[in-house]
């Protein structure tokens, strides 16, 4: 098993910026990617960005393209999720993911979640 904590989410004005944690404990050797989604509320969860562990090969989606990057510490066990420029339609609930499997965007590659946490940007 594999077990992921987020941290780093809060209120922050438009315009500014928030670095989410997600550090990783248990068997993470197992894990090939380590990826970020979030839930607003009413609608679906959307995939972020993703990072395989190994060689840290990177993927964002078209949304967050510019605005977020992913990065990790292997050493640490931790991936992180740079967020700058945040806009209201940002505020979500934003979940760190790891993969066995590969960092497609689709949840059935998601093998473990994070309790998620919370960012709230107001305008």
């Known amino acids: 098993q594999v077990q992921l904590v987020e941290s780093g989410g809060g209120s922050v004005q438009a315009g500014g910026s928030l670095r989410l944690s997600c550090a990783a404990s248990g068997y993470t050797y197992t894990t090939n990617c380590m990826g970020w989604f979030r839930q607003a509320p009413g609608k679906e969860r959307e995939a972020l960005a993703a990072?395989?562990?190994?060689?840290?090969?990177?993927w964002h989606a078209d949304s967050v393209k510019g605005r977020f990057t992913i990065s990790q510490n292997n050493a640490k066990d931790t991936s992180y999720l740079q967020m700058n420029s945040l806009k209201p339609e940002d505020t979500a609930i934003y979940y760190c993911?790891?993969?066995?499997?590969?960092?497609?965007?689709?949840?059935?590659?998601?093998?473990?979640w994070g309790q998620g946490t919370q960012v709230t940007v107001s305008s």
């Open positions: 993911a790891a993969s066995r499997r590969s960092c497609h965007p689709s949840e059935t590659y998601v093998n473990y």
């Open positions: 990072i395989y562990r190994i060689g840290g090969s990177t």
